[in-house]
C-alpha cells in the first residue's frame, strides 16, 4: 500500500527566503508525482507533475524534483512571496501494488510567508 | 469550462439522517475521484471511476457509503445512516490521461456536518 509522507508539516519564513518542501513515498515504482497547492476554504489546484521519467519539473518560481530510486521529491519556492502563503500537497499516481490510475495524497506542508 | 461543479458546499445533519453529495465533472474527463478531507486523517481517497465503472473502493470507510455514477456527467456520494465522525470536506475530482498521468482538476468541496 502506498504511503505518502510530507515535511514539515508547517512552515513559516519571513517573505524573500527560498524554502524546500519534501515529499517521501514508501512504493517507489510510481508513474508520476504531483504538488498542489490548497488555500484555506477552497479545492486543490495542480502546480506541477513529473513523470516517473523525469527529474525535474520548472514553473516560474517553481521546482519540483523526483527522485525514484529514494521514494523522494522536493518542491523549492524561489523568493517566496505572501501570496505563496497555503498549504502544499505531494501526490503519488500509481506504484508496484497501486492501482495503475489511483492517486494517493501526503497530508501536506502549511505555509506561511510573512511580509 | 465552468470546472468541477460539486453540491451542496456546505452540510448540516443530524446523525442517522441521510446524506448525499454530488459532483459534475468536466466534460471530455473520463475519472472520476471522490476524496475526504480532514484534519487528523488528511485527503483520503473513497473511490474512484473509469468510464462510470467503479475501479477501487477499497477507501470506502463502511457499508454506510454508497457511490454512484449512472451517467458521465454525474456522480453521487451516500451516507446512510450520517455518524458525527463523518464530518469533513468531501471532494470531488475528475481528470483525462495526459501521456498516462492522471491530472486532478477539484472542485470546491462540500463540508459536511454531522451533529
Known amino acids: 500500500k502506498q504511503e505518502v509522507t510530507q515535511i514539515p508539516a508547517a512552515l513559516s519564513v519571513p517573505e524573500g527566503e527560498n524554502l524546500v518542501l519534501n515529499c517521501s513515498f514508501t512504493?517507489?515504482?510510481?508513474?508520476?508525482l504531483q504538488w498542489f497547492r490548497q488555500d484555506p476554504g477552497k479545492g486543490l489546484t495542480s502546480l506541477l507533475l513529473i513523470q516517473s521519467s523525469q527529474r525535474e519539473q520548472t514553473s516560474g518560481r517553481l521546482n519540483a524534483s523526483l527522485d525514484k530510486s529514494s521514494g523522494r521529491s522536493t518542491l523549492y519556492i524561489a523568493a517566496s512571496q505572501p501570496g505563496d502563503s497555503a498549504t502544499y500537497l505531494c501526490?503519488?499516481?500509481?506504484?508496484?501494488?497501486?492501482?495503475?490510475?489511483?492517486?494517493?495524497f501526503g497530508p501536506g506542508t502549511s505555509l506561511s510567508v510573512i511580509p | 469550462d465552468a470546472g468541477v461543479i460539486q453540491s451542496p458546499r456546505h452540510e448540516v445533519t443530524e446523525m442517522g439522517q441521510e446524506v448525499t453529495l454530488r459532483c459534475k465533472p468536466i466534460?471530455?474527463?473520463?475519472?472520476l475521484f471522490w476524496y475526504r478531507q480532514t484534519m487528523m486523517r488528511g485527503l483520503e481517497l473513497l473511490i474512484y471511476f473509469n468510464n462510470n465503472v467503479p475501479i477501487d473502493d477499497s477507501g470506502m470507510p463502511e457499508d454506510r457509503f454508497s457511490a454512484k455514477m449512472p451517467n458521465a456527467s454525474f456522480s453521487t456520494l451516500k451516507i446512510q445512516p450520517s455518524e458525527p465522525r463523518d464530518s469533513a470536506v468531501y471532494f470531488c475530482?475528475?481528470?483525462?490521461?495526459?501521456?498516462?498521468?492522471?491530472?486532478?482538476?477539484f472542485g470546491a468541496g462540500s463540508r459536511l456536518t454531522v451533529l
Open positions: 501526490a503519488a499516481q500509481g506504484g508496484m501494488k497501486t492501482s495503475y490510475d489511483k492517486v494517493i
Open positions: 512504493d517507489s515504482a510510481i508513474y508520476n
Open positions: 475530482a475528475s481528470s483525462h490521461r495526459v501521456g498516462g498521468a492522471n491530472v486532478l482538476t
Open positions: 466534460s471530455g474527463h473520463d475519472y
